[in-house]
């Protein structure tokens, strides 16, 4: 138990100082990109007006209210005291919006979409990929070339693929929006039927993507963990083949949970090319619209944000592993 | 685990296969649906009490206005995002919040909307006189008031908004005499005594708003006085006097309802209330979701650029319709325009300058950037005008012909630059000018894919007269950083050749787009978000563009007009790439139809500007239902 909390308070010690690094980081590079914020914006209000003193106007009062002019130390502990007391401020690009705002309309969404796409494609690449490997021969060879084409197809293509057989081919499914154009958003089935049916195509254009490249993944682990010394020790001892089977994928599933575990931290970024090209609401625009008008505060708040959620993840997974794996707890401890 | 994944995929193939058996979410055909109720003075029902959906025949959808989503409902405020009810314009947007008068870009004139027939300078050009209808009234029931036009004024000076700062300099007061007169007084000019710029004045009357001064209190109150909360609030209880009002927003959609007691159904405006009872704007990711949507018939109305339009109803027979029935399918209003930076070597020279905007292939451009939804040069020749029949006959056309050229002439580029002694002489394939080679690099917007396309065409045309042109696109955020200020033009970073905009369609042009693209005081500025990026300034063209609000006499105005476009043909400060539509407008007409078309017998003409801008908004009271 000792050398566990020393496994325990080492992990915890490192995240909090990459923790403090990454709040610093996401506070100073958002800031570091060439260009004006406050230049876009009154971009949108300047025009048509007439008179250059009127948008140097313009430009000072925006300019104040959001405190690009004063001194980049002086921004960041306003910035720190502000997010201490969980207020991420005006979002540059949607004023008078604020950042919480912003994300909590976009951010449910995301996770709607992200978080089940990726745990089904992890659940079924993984079985396809321990399935190939276990199986060999047949199945392996029809899905060794399946997986590897799906893994590097570019997800933009998968995406427009579905849309154009789909969505204005074969007209299954809706092809923009997260629900029906013609509805206002109310607990009916008519209404939860739209949802699923626009949700359709932004799923699968992600899980067929995920699919390919975690079959591959665990393939190779698998055939890895299947020839190991342990594997043929346990068949001359004569344990049971369904026994050594659990043995070789709780093994290859290690690294499988960790990329498992980083997707799960990732997915506020947003399913950008999902959203794109479904015209899904999602965080992905919202974040990109963002970056491309120097939106800092919601640059930096998302960033903190998939910041923390790949941290905790990991810090978890970080702890589980002690717990599947006494090797990596008594090699940390050492 | 297996069981698990294997029950999970189940599932999901099966709501996948469930779904897809469903019907296909096309819009219900017109032959089933009922009539349209006759508007009646209900109460509006909330979104919840219509049951979550929008009926088709009640509906009208846009796509093109709204890309973000809806962020305030604030008529003071500059950055509200609500693109289907603010926009203090040209032709100013006018469903929920009005104008005392309306623009209609066709024949160039102003309408009567809150006002009582037309406005009226007087003698001395000092101030104007207008009254309002006695029947306009709030959506609370009271009547609008001149006090509210006064009071309007008084608060944009006070809170020093965009449209206080950008009219202070022109207009000294605006005053109730009585209920319903309003007298603006103009700022006067010291010398002449009479209004410094009349045009500015008058179109204060069809750009803004007029908003109700007792909500106004309201919203200064809850402001506390504070200029930034005033402009931040998010007034979702604003009052309004237009006929449609907020229903429902969230990040995929807006949604307005008529109000049916819109005191514009009075006989003396438009005798009854628009037919849509709701306008709802899908919010698309981008261009081709959209264009799929107004194929597929989800769209009614579409702002948006539409690549190769023509395709949906040449090649796939829907019913989609443009303004014109052929190329360029819409009236261009703005002027997308190369502008030069007079830093950049041998760019100072107007032979160069001249030279590289007649080799450009402006057919190209047309075809490529705009897939010919602009007019070519051939057909509306070069000048500073846009193609509206108004603007065109503001100047003599024969008398600048011999300045102008529709591009590809690379011959008479050659020898334009020839003649200027600007020639190969290393035999390197490039012209050099002083002996230094003449290199550039023509710049816009990453993804700005018509701007982009032109730079390209540019870039070309540079090659085919031996000046060395490449093609650069930053990010928007830089661009616009570095395009703005003079400082950073003006440094080695500064871009040589780059694309920026000009006005399109409204009451003070062409005079403003002009002075925009020629007038010294935005030169060499910074924060310049109003024009002439190329810093030019000429004396000559300085006194003309400041004399011409002034005159009456329409001889000398065209003399004017004439002038300024030989001064701009010779110096090619900047050369326009193409012709813009002021709104993209296309329309499928497979449920609502009476919509505006060239020569549809509407008098006055309505403005394809999408059924909401400026006189444009009299499209809602033509259309009708494909099957009643």
């Known amino acids: ?334 | 685990m297996k069981r698990t994944t294997f029950l999970l995929s189940v599932v999901l193939a099966l709501s996948m296969l469930l779904a897809a058996c469903q019907p296909a979410p096309t819009p219900a055909p017109a032959a089933t649906e009922a009539p349209t109720a006759a508007p009646t003075a209900a109460p509006t029902p909330s979104a919840a009490e219509i049951a979550g959906s929008l009926p088709r025949n009640e509906t009208m959808y846009f796509n093109g206005e709204q890309w973000n989503p809806v962020v305030c409902w604030n008529p003071y405020a500059s950055n509200c995002n609500n693109a289907m009810t603010i926009a203090q314009q040209d032709s100013a947007r006018v469903t929920m919040f009005e104008t005392p008068y309306v623009y209609n870009m066709l024949d160039g004139k102003v309408y009567p909307l809150l006002a009582d027939g037309p406005f009226a300078w007087d003698a001395g050009l000092t101030k104007i006189t207008f009254k309002l209808k006695a029947t306009a009234h709030w959506s609370d029931g009271t009547p609008v008031t001149a006090e509210d036009v006064a009071y309007t004024w008084a608060t944009h000076l006070k809170y020093n908004d965009a449209t206080g700062a950008s009219n202070k300099d022109y207009i000294a007061d605006i005053v109730a005499t009585d209920a319903l007169t309003v007298v603006v007084k103009a700022k006067l000019d010291s010398a002449t005594g009479k209004a410094l710029n009349p045009l500015v004045v008058a179109a204060y009357l069809s750009s803004n708003y007029v908003n109700q001064k007792a909500w106004t209190q309201t919203l200064e109150a809850r402001a506390g006085g504070d200029a930034t909360k005033f402009l931040a609030d998010k007034a979702e209880d604003v009052v309004y006097s237009g006929p449609y009002h907020y229903f429902y927003v969230d990040d995929t959609k807006v949604v307005l309802i008529r109000d049916d007691n819109y005191w514009g159904k009075d006989a003396s405006m438009f005798g009854k209330l628009p037919t849509p009872k709701y306008l709802a704007h899908t919010i698309f990711k981008d261009n081709a979701a959209g264009s799929v949507a107004l194929a597929q018939g989800e769209v009614d109305v579409s702002q948006q650029f539409n690549s190769n339009i023509q395709v949906l109803w040449v090649n796939y027979a829907l019913p989609v319709s443009t303004y014109l029935p052929a190329a360029p399918y819409g009236i261009g209003a703005s002027l997308p325009t190369a502008f030069y930076n007079p830093n950049s070597y041998g760019l100072d020279q107007p032979a160069v300058r001249k030279a590289i905007a007649m080799a450009v292939d402006y057919p190209t451009i047309i075809a490529n950037a705009m897939t010919n939804q602009s007019a070519t040069f051939d057909q509306v020749p070069r000048s500073l005008m846009n193609p509206t029949p108004g603007e065109q006959a503001l100047y003599d056309h024969a008398a600048v012909a011999s300045l102008q050229w529709a591009g590809n002439d690379i011959a008479g580029a050659m020898a334009l630059l020839d003649a200027a002694g600007i020639t190969d002489t290393n035999g390197d394939g490039w012209r050099e000018y002083n002996g230094q080679t003449l290199h550039y690099v023509a710049t816009c917007p990453n993804g700005w894919s018509d701007w982009q396309a032109a730079i390209e065409v540019v870039a070309a045309a540079g090659k085919k007269i031996g000046i060395d042109i490449t093609s650069n696109y930053p990010e928007w955020g830089v661009y616009q950083t570095v395009v703005t200020s003079w400082k950073a033009l003006s440094t080695t970073q500064g871009y040589d050749i780059f694309m920026m905009w000009s006005d399109g369609a409204g009451p003070t042009q062409p005079w403003s787009r002009i002075r925009h693209l020629l007038s010294s005081e935005f030169a060499k500025t910074e924060t310049n978000w109003n024009g002439n990026w190329s810093g030019y300034a000429n004396p000559d063209a300085d006194k003309l563009i400041k004399e011409i609000p002034t005159l009456t006499d329409p001889a000398k105005i065209k003399a004017a007009y004439t002038e300024l476009v030989r001064i701009y043909l010779t110096d090619v400060p900047s050369f326009t790439l193409m012709y813009r539509p002021q709104a993209f407008h296309a329309v499928n007409e497979s449920v609502w139809t009476g919509f505006p078309h060239q020569d549809d017998g509407s008098k006055p003409p309505i403005p394809p500007l999408d059924c909401i801008d400026g006189w444009s908004i009299a499209c809602l009271y033509n259309v009708h239902l494909v099957t009643p």
């Open chain 1, 1 to 334: 138990m000792k050398g566990y909390r020393e496994y325990f308070l080492n992990k915890l010690l490192w995240f909090l100082v990459t923790f403090v690094c990454a709040f610093i980081l996401n506070f100073i590079l958002p800031r570091l990109m060439p260009g004006d914020p406050v230049a876009g914006i009154v971009s949108h209000i300047a025009q048509g007006m007439t008179n250059t003193t009127g948008v140097q106007a313009i430009y000072q009062q925006y300019a104040d209210l959001f405190g690009t002019n004063r001194p980049i130390i002086e921004q960041f502990f306003i910035y720190m005291r502000n997010v201490f007391h969980g207020d991420f401020g005006f979002s540059f690009s949607q004023y008078p919006r604020t950042v919480a705002e912003t994300l909590k309309s976009a951010i449910w969404w995301t996770i709607g979409l992200q978080f089940p796409a990726i745990i089904v494609g992890w659940l079924i690449g993984n079985v396809l990929g321990a399935l190939a490997a276990y199986l060999k021969k047949g199945f392996d060879n029809l899905l060794m070339p399946i997986s590897i084409f799906l893994s590097n197809f570019p997800t933009f293509g998968m995406a427009i693929i579905l849309l154009v057989i789909f969505g204005v081919g074969l007209k299954w499914f809706p092809t923009s929006g997260g629900y029906g154009f013609d509805l206002i958003p109310t607990f009916t089935w008519k209404f939860i039927w739209t949802v699923i049916t626009h949700y359709q195509m932004p799923f699968w254009s992600i899980v067929l993507i995920a699919i390919g490249g975690q079959a591959i993944g665990m393939r190779s682990m698998s055939i890895y963990e299947l020839n190991a010394d342990y594997v043929k020790y346990s068949r001359f001892l004569g344990i049971k083949d369904r026994k050594i089977v659990g043995y070789v994928f709780r093994n290859a599933m290690l690294p499988q949970v960790t990329g498992l575990a980083l997707s799960i931290g990732t997915m506020v970024g947003g399913a950008l090319v999902a959203e794109i090209i479904f015209s899904y609401p999602g965080l992905g625009t919202t974040l990109l619209h963002g970056i491309l008008g120097q939106d800092y505060p919601l640059i930096s708040a998302s960033s903190l944000i998939i910041t923390m959620m790949v941290l905790v993840s990991m810090f978890l997974i970080e702890i589980l592993y002690g717990v599947i794996d006494p090797r990596i707890k008594a090699a940390q401890s050492e």
